[in-house]
């Protein structure tokens, strides 16, 4: 069971990574859609909007108190994530808040965070405001997924791809049930491990299916970091990693 002060740290840090994962893939929902289904990249957009201001929540309450090795680790944020963020709004048009990417650049740890009862109260709601958040993204993808697959939509992003995306947020919303039940979502490391491996193993395919034909070099690249994560998830999900791994 977590104490009082992981019910605060462990969610703050959690949503700092998870909410700019889903306003991420809004954006590729919203950038992938043509004008036939232009109210369906209306709601993207619209919720691109609400996982950024509950990404701005969580650094306003985190700062000062998030650990320090979740802050030197680089899985919040890096040096070359303001400068993705400008391309992207340039060739896209989506129009992204990267004041939030600088106050993420500028947060800092505490060793012994002081967690009043205010702020806990904070992240209490916090949590179930993203979690309400969560279950209508998961069922927006969910009916995306749908009728790509039911040949009712065409949109630019894989089928697989849109699976993906919908995975990370279930996962999303499994570890904020975890917190609130008490538990610390990372107890069971193996599974973690593998799940990561598997979303790391799509990353290096989903790769290799954007590259130009041509690009030789980079598509070998993209096969052997595939190959790679291949080898963290066979033991446990043998028949997924195959059929991945035949494709390459």
């Known amino acids: 069971m977590i104490n009082q002060q992981q019910y605060v740290v462990r969610p703050l840090e959690l949503h700092m990574f998870f909410c700019r994962i889903m306003k991420e893939h809004a954006i590729f929902l919203q950038a992938g859609f043509t004008p036939a289904n232009a109210y369906f990249s209306k709601i993207a957009g619209q919720y691109k909007e609400h996982f950024e201001a509950a990404l701005h929540e969580a650094v306003m309450l985190g700062n000062g108190i998030i650990g320090q090795d979740v802050l030197s680790s680089d899985e919040l944020v890096t040096k070359y994530t303001q400068h993705n963020e400008q391309k992207t709004q340039d060739y896209t048009g989506i129009q992204i808040d990267q004041n939030i990417t600088s106050m993420e650049l500028n947060?800092?740890?505490?060793?012994?965070?002081?967690?009043?009862?205010?702020?806990?109260?904070?992240?209490?709601?916090?949590?179930?405001?993203?979690?309400?958040?969560?279950?209508?993204?998961?069922?927006?993808?969910?009916?995306?997924?749908?009728?790509?697959?039911?040949?009712?939509?065409?949109?630019?992003?894989?089928?697989?791809?849109?699976?993906?995306?919908?995975?990370?947020?279930?996962?999303?919303?499994?570890?904020?049930?975890?917190?609130?039940?008490?538990?610390?979502?990372?107890?069971?490391?193996?599974?973690?491990?593998?799940?990561?491996?598997?979303?790391?193993?799509?990353?290096?395919?989903?790769?290799?299916?954007?590259?130009?034909?041509?690009?030789?070099?980079?598509?070998?690249?993209?096969?052997?970091?595939?190959?790679?994560?291949?080898?963290?998830?066979?033991?446990?999900?043998?028949?997924?990693?195959?059929?991945?791994h035949s494709t390459f």
Not at 109 to 128: D, F, M, Y
């Open 107 to 244: 947060l800092h740890s505490a060793a012994h965070p002081q967690i009043s009862r205010e702020l806990e109260q904070k992240v209490k709601t916090l949590n179930s405001d993203i979690s309400t958040l969560l279950d209508g993204f998961i069922e927006f993808k969910s009916r995306i997924l749908d009728e790509v697959l039911a040949c009712n939509m065409f949109t630019a992003n894989y089928p697989t791809l849109l699976h993906h995306i919908l995975h990370e947020a279930e996962m999303y919303k499994s570890s904020i049930n975890a917190l609130e039940a008490g538990h610390n979502p990372s107890d069971n490391a193996k599974d973690t491990q593998i799940f990561w491996d598997h979303i790391m193993l799509e990353h290096a395919v989903f790769i290799r299916g954007l590259l130009d034909p041509a690009e030789n070099e980079l598509i070998n690249t993209a096969n052997n970091f595939a190959t790679e994560y291949t080898k963290g998830v066979s033991a446990i999900n043998q028949t997924t990693a195959n059929r991945l």
